[in-house]
């Protein structure tokens, strides 16, 4: 419960700061300079009105000094890092398990939200992601790492195949993603990437359902989002679901 309770408030100091790295990052600003500020009248966020959730509460979801409202992202951010930290820590597995669930869901939230709003994944999350599975698989699990060399190096394979035959169906972003969603998801990668074509074709019918067919064609979905959400599916019981298929369509 010890180790529940870090998760969950190192999850939501960490939010606070993905925040400002879902903001910051597309627009080509420093993530350290200038310091958290309201982004109406420019002041800086002292420390007691930067506490993850409670300050937003507090103030009743405005600024301070100009009482400019504070986008309820904000602490829904925050909250959902800490929620999904700790639910890593209570799904159990080992140390390196833990460790690489616990790094990769703090990687996803950004990519997932920027990829959202702006149809990108930045290189600068990709590249951090990949030394992050990198540096914990080797340090805290060796013997797994082979494994998860290449199931990252057939994830971003197989999409690369799709985004070379269908140019438009999904970019070079997409393709960095999933290579590193192999490197920490291993073998939970072939699940992960199932749940989140299956979840990005019910959108598109979604979309094809509720605005005909014209406009689903030019309609951009930003892929990202559902590898995000194949990628917590299988954090969350990848196991039993490559147990599963081992069992039933293996054997």
Not at 22 to 39: F, G, M
Not at 52 to 63: A, E, I, K, T
Not at 186 to 209: Q, T, Y
């Amino acid at each position: 419960m010890e180790t529940a309770t870090f998760a969950g408030v190192f999850g939501a100091m960490i939010g606070s700061f993905l925040n400002v790295v879902v903001y910051r990052l597309p627009r080509r600003e420093s993530l350290v300079r200038p310091a958290s500020h309201c982004t109406a009248c420019g002041t800086a966020i002292k420390p007691y009105d930067n506490i993850p959730v409670v300050s937003w509460l507090l103030l009743r979801g405005r600024c301070r000094n100009c009482s400019a409202p504070i986008s309820k992202r904000y602490p829904l951010v925050e909250a959902l890092a800490a929620l999904l930290c700790v639910g890593a820590v209570l799904a159990g597995g080992s140390s390196a398990t833990i460790a690489l669930n616990v790094a990769f869901i703090l990687l996803l939230v950004p990519i997932a939200l920027i990829d959202a709003e702006h149809r990108i994944i930045p290189n600068r999350l990709t590249a951090l992601g990949a030394i992050l599975a990198l540096g914990i698989g080797t340090a805290l699990d060796p013997s797994g790492e082979p494994a998860r060399l290449i199931a990252g190096a057939v994830a971003g394979g197989a999409l690369l195949i799709a985004a070379m035959a269908y140019p438009g169906g999904m970019g070079m972003g997409d393709v960095k993603l999933a290579g590193v969603m192999g490197l920490f998801l291993g073998s939970a990668v072939a699940p992960a990437m199932l749940v989140a074509l299956l979840a990005g074709v019910l959108f598109g019918a979604l979309i094809l359902g509720r605005q005909g067919a014209q406009v689903a064609r030019k309609t951009a979905v930003p892929f990202g989002p559902f590898l995000a959400f194949g990628s917590l599916v299988a954090i969350f019981a990848g196991e039993p679901l490559v147990n599963l298929y081992t069992t039933h369509f293996l054997n």
